[in-house]
């Protein structure tokens, strides 16, 4: 009988913050190695592949995937294929990169009740790094935006 292969199972190959992108997508995405392994699944594509034997759908995965509605794109770096994302529908939220971003910060300060150097270390970049994006989003480290009106 063969070992039933989880998502949780799964070597992690992406930093913190690439984590927190990937989950903060409102639709399920799962990323497959240059050869078709699965690498990552986000949170969406982990409800969506619940129940499913991962271990024995091998290469069936991606086409299980399609006839979900899953749209295929390679990823690349300049000429070097690094592999494919499958885009899973799913419900409403941040479509852009940027939104998707701040969202995943947003909820890590939360988490980490707004102290910068805890979610810095969390998210996998520096303090630099998470002071720039605050001012870049507009956002205060007492967690206020820039177009919070002041009472």
């Known amino acids: 009988m063969p070992e039933t292969l989880s998502i949780g199972s799964l070597p992690s190959v992406f930093s913190p913050l690439a984590k927190a992108l990937l ?3 409102s639709e399920g ?15 969406q594509a982990r409800e969506a592949l619940a129940g499913m034997d991962l271990a024995d759908a091998g290469a069936d995965l991606q086409p299980r995937l399609a006839a979900m509605g899953g749209r295929l794109r390679p990823l690349r770096v300049g000429a070097l294929e690094l592999g494919e994302a499958m885009f899973i529908p ?32 969390h998210l996998g970049i520096s303090r630099t790094t ?15 935006s820039k177009w919070a009106q002041i009472t």
Not at 98 to 114: G, M
Not at 130 to 144: E, Q, S, V
């Open 90 to 121: 799913g419900v409403e939220g941040a479509t852009t990169l940027a939104a998707r971003e701040k969202e995943a910060i947003v909820k890590t300060l939360d988490a980490h009740n707004w102290k910068l150097a805890e979610t810095a270390r």
């Open 23 to 25: 989950d903060g997508f």
């Open 29 to 43: 995405v799962v990323v497959f190695d240059a050869d078709g392994k699965l690498l990552y699944a986000n949170h």
């Open 130 to 144: 998470l002071w720039r994006r605050l001012k870049a989003y507009g956002l205060h480290r007492d967690g206020r």
